[in-house]
């Protein structure tokens, strides 16, 4: 997500298995801030997003040729041809699938009414992932699905390991969160940022949990009768895995229609 506290990629963001691979909690100090490796066929939809050949951003495969992420992942370099998407692989840097983004798209209204809000964008690629075991698609959250408040939530990233440290990890890290409560989400943030309806929090109780820098833009997914779907993506917040103000999300339950609509004119 986007830090608060240093204007770069602290990100929070949720990541499951759609390749049918069960994800346990690893423990009780599990966090992608040191948290534990795992590899990409337990995450075949997360993807990098890269800006020339460094890791800035994750993002999300809604299909064969559309790529989901943050709109502050893409407004600094607004110019395709400066972007990348490697997906498929545990590691940033090599192997999988690498291909050419064809167009980006950030939410019209991004920062309105408020700093932050509408925080997603769409990626078109030049030229179709395959899928495999590795690259696989996932279902979007929809209003009508309901998430249980202790549901168990999957981040995964190459984001840093502290808010100090400036280069992203070389292989893909991951952890478990669950939701906070949003109203004391909003009153910790109050001052900092604003905690809208189109965003959530999540985190853990005592901290300790959470992405850092590098994994702005990136997927939170959870299980809707037994299929994981992405709930969240990764936007900002204050810190890395501070107690006191978890990972702020948008909601992607809010943009379904702006999604479907995007996708159709991309086709």
């Known amino acids: 997500m986007l830090s ?3 204007g770069l990629g602290v990100i929070l963001f949720v990541v499951c298995t759609t390749g049918g691979q069960n994800i346990t909690d690893g423990g009780k ?9 795992t590899h990409i066929s337990y995450f075949p939809h997360q993807v990098s997003l890269q800006l020339g050949t460094r890791h800035a951003c994750g993002g999300t495969i809604l299909s064969p040729t559309i790529i989901l992420t943050a709109a ?4 600094e370099y607004t110019k395709p041809q400066y972007y990348f998407i490697r997906a498929g692989t545990s590691e940033w840097a090599s192997g999988g699938s690498y291909l050419r983004v064809r167009r980006i798209i950030p939410h019209p209204k991004f920062h309105e009414p408020t700093r ?12 179709p992932l395959v899928y495999s075991r590795d690259i696989q698609p996932i279902s979007l959250v929809t209003k009508e699905d ?9 981040v995964s990233g190459w984001g840093s390991l502290g808010v100090s440290q400036m280069q992203p990890e070389k292989r893909l890290r991951y952890t478990v ?9 909003a009153r910790n943030y109050f001052g900092a940022g604003t905690v809208t309806s189109t965003m959530f929090c999540a985190g853990t109780q005592n901290g300790g949990r959470d992405s850092c820098q590098g994994d702005s833009g990136g997927p939170l997914v959870t299980s809707i009768d037994g299929r994981m779907k992405i709930f969240g993506i990764v936007s900002w917040g204050f810190g890395c895995a501070n107690a006191m103000f978890p990972g702020v999300y948008t909601k992607v339950s809010e943009y379904g229609d702006w999604i479907a609509e995007t996708m159709d004119k991309l086709a």
């Not at 969160?177 to 989400?185: A, F, I, L, S, Y």
Request: overall charge negative; charged content about 20%.
């Open 4 to 6: 608060l506290e240093f």
């Open 29 to 37: 100090d599990g966090r992608i801030v040191g948290g534990w490796e």
């Open 72 to 75: 502050h992942c893409v407004l």
């Open 116 to 127: 932050m809000n509408n925080d997603i964008a769409m990626i078109q690629l030049q030229q």
């Open 146 to 154: 309901k998430i249980q408040p202790a549901a168990q939530l999957f």
């Open 177 to 185: 969160v669950q939701r906070r409560d949003q109203d004391q989400c």
